[in-house]
């Protein structure tokens, strides 16, 4: 017996899939401005908590509420696959742009740090 109809299933796993995906942006976001071991640990522990946390309310909505399965299991799995990859291309662009960012900054620290001349006074 199914527990409402095609429409209410293909959307709850898309809300699932967005909702999964946007909280991984928010851990990332807050994780880039860490250490890179740091950083690497909180947005692969998330995923790893996410994927398990998905995976049980997948499991609920199938097993245990009785959405409609072909519904339900193709959105989630097309929602998943598509949104996750672009959370990677995401992370991957915004983890660049960082390094980019820090490294520009240490040149111009460096290049000002070199033109700064020390008064013959002080020796």
Do not use: D
Not at 52 to 69: D, L, P, S
């Amino acid at each position: 017996m199914e527990n409402g109809s095609v429409l209410t299933s293909v959307l709850l796993a898309l809300i699932i899939g967005i909702t999964n995906v946007g909280l991984g942006y928010f851990i990332a976001r807050y994780a880039f401005h860490k250490s890179l071991n740091m950083c690497l640990g909180i947005v692969l522990g998330s995923m790893a908590a996410r994927f398990i946390a998905v995976a049980g309310i997948a499991w609920y909505c199938i097993g245990v509420a009785h959405f409609h399965q072909i519904g339900f299991a193709v959105t989630f799995v097309i929602t998943t696959f598509v949104l996750l990859m672009a959370e990677i291309i995401s992370f991957n662009n915004s983890y660049n742009g960082y390094k980019e960012y820090k490294m520009q900054h240490e040149q111009l620290r460096a290049q000002r740090l070199a033109t700064v001349e020390i008064p013959s006074s002080i020796f």
